[in-house]
Nanobody, 121 residues
Framework: QVQLVESGGGLVQPGGSLRLSCAAS????????MGWFRQAPGKERELVAR???????NFADSVRGRFTISRDNAKKMVYLQMNSLKPEDTAVYYC???????????????WGQGTQVTVSS
């Protein structure tokens, strides 16, 4: 089984920074695109940022220039550095990864359990 475990959420004041981490573990043959989504109360889950295995990234317009995403392929980890945080960034942040668990199988889409980020004074 593949597991994604997030860490690094919490409460931060507007203008502050947080770094989220996500570790993939279990039966993993290839890790393709990894990314972060978020879901605020009463809203749909939305893409925040993603990075493919070659390091190419894309970001939601609302976070471009404030957030960066990176990955460590050897450690099977993805990170989200969030700077200049705003109250509207408050949400549960979910790690997502497209993973081939075993050679010959189709890739699957996996999710972490989510970590709360609250931006408030």
């Amino acid at each position: 089984q593949v597991q994604l475990v997030e860490s690094g959420g919490g409460l931060v004041q507007p203008g502050g920074s947080l770094r989220l981490s996500c570790a993939a573990s279990g039966r993993i043959f290839i890790t393709n695109t990894m990314g972060w989504f978020r879901q605020a109360p009463g809203k749909e889950r939305e893409l925040v940022a993603r990075i493919n295995s070659g390091g190419s990234t894309n970001f939601a317009d609302s976070v471009r220039g404030r957030f960066t995403i990176s990955r460590d392929n050897a450690k099977k980890m993805v990170y989200l550095q969030m700077n200049s945080l705003k109250p509207e960034d408050t949400a549960v942040y979910y790690c997502n990864a497209n993973i081939v668990p075993v050679l010959g199988l189709s890739p699957g889409n996996y999710w972490g359990q989510g970590t709360q980020v609250t931006v408030s004074s």
